[in-house]
């Protein structure tokens, strides 16, 4: 079955999203993706990337069509969410997309609008909420819980037992031991093994990892 789509955004997320997207069609021809084009408030974006498909104009004056697919490719997690739910709220459908390369575990669950990136690992009994972004070679460890909302960047490593809330933004080389909680909208740094509990809206660094500051 054919899904055509407009990709929310024309920046660099886009792009990846974009070349994920021509590796899938090629991997699955039974279950293709066709982009119809992209909206963005910054037009060059569109001229940089210099994308096949047309660009279809500004976001804000968009209107939502109920008879094709939405694919969110703003990173930014200020404006995924708000645009996300203003969209859901006209009629808005969104899709997720999940490389081919990734490897996921037959009982991991995943939820609507997921990306899930190149070489990305999921264990078993992994649940995924609404929304989040797993970047390239993550590995997300058995039993693991994530909320809605979250950025996992490239090769993070979320160790069996861990549970993370909504809207965080977790480093390159961000690590967990196993069966530690994050709670929602706090940012762990590049490189961060968090050792222990983390609460709401906080920045945590270091290895052994501490609070640098509230949000």
């Not at 293709?32 to 408030?41: C, M």
């Not at 999921?122 to 039993?143: E, Q």
Request: glycine share 12%; hydrophobic share 40%; aromatic share 6%.
């Amino acid at each position: 079955m054919k899904k055509e789509l407009i990709i929310i955004g024309a920046g660099g997320h886009a792009a990846e999203l974009r070349e994920y997207i021509d590796i899938h069609n090629q991997a699955r021809p039974a279950d293709r993706f066709r982009v119809l084009g992209y909206i963005d408030d910054d037009p060059s974006m569109h001229e940089h990337y210099e994308y096949e498909e047309s660009y279809l104009g500004a976001i804000a004056s968009h209107t939502v069509r109920s008879d094709i697919w939405y694919l969110m490719a703003i990173a930014n997690l200020k404006y995924r969410e708000p645009l996300i739910r203003q969209f859901q709220g006209k009629g808005a459908c969104f899709t997720g997309l999940i490389h081919p390369t990734a490897l996921i575990a037959s009982t991991a669950e995943i939820g609507e609008g997921v990306i899930i990136s190149h070489n990305a690992s999921l264990g078993p009994k992994v649940k995924i909420g609404d929304f989040n972004m797993l970047n390239s070679r993550c590995t997300i460890g058995h039993d693991t819980v994530l909320g809605n909302y979250n950025f996992i960047s490239p090769q993070v490593a979320l160790s069996g037992n861990t549970t993370i809330g909504d809207g965080n933004l977790l480093g390159t080389n961000a690590a967990t031991i196993p069966g530690v909680t994050i709670g929602n909208g706090s940012i762990i740094g590049a490189g961060a093994v968090v050792i222990k509990d983390v609460p709401d809206k906080v920045v945590v660094v270091g290895n052994k990892s501490k609070i640098l500051k509230k949000l």
